[in-house]
Nanobody
């Protein structure tokens, strides 16, 4: 069973940047697409960004397009989310997970990790 460990969250002012990391252990994830999701208080978990298993294709939610960049290092079993120009509405717990493809990324394959809290102050 793969374990997902997210890190890199924190408190940042609006306009600032953070870089999140998600390390997968237990089994290589290089054969799968990876995605970032987030859940704000009182809201459902939502899709943020996805990357194909070789890293050649990416897909973003409209709300983060042009501000967030997803990348991966399969040698390290790690996926990243560079978040720039952060807004208060980006405040949420951020999670990563795998899917068979970008198109089916919301059909996640593994148990959710503990997530990492991102708080953006205005």
């Amino acid at each position: 069973q793969v374990q997902l460990v997210e890190s890199g969250g924190g408190l940042v002012q609006a306009g600032g940047s953070l870089r999140l990391s998600c390390a997968a252990s237990g089994r290589t994830f290089s054969a799968y697409a990876m995605g970032w999701f987030r859940q704000a208080p009182g809201k459902e978990r939502e899709f943020v960004a996805a990357i194909s298993w070789l890293g050649g294709s990416t897909y973003y939610a409209d709300s983060v397009k042009g501000r967030f960049t997803i990348s991966r290092d399969n040698a390290k079993n790690t996926v990243y989310l560079q978040m720039n120009s952060l807004k208060p509405e980006d405040t949420a717990v951020y999670y990563c997970n795998a899917g068979k493809s970008i198109a089916t990324i919301q059909a996640t394959l593994y148990d959710w990790g503990q997530g990492t809290q991102v708080t953006v102050s205005s």
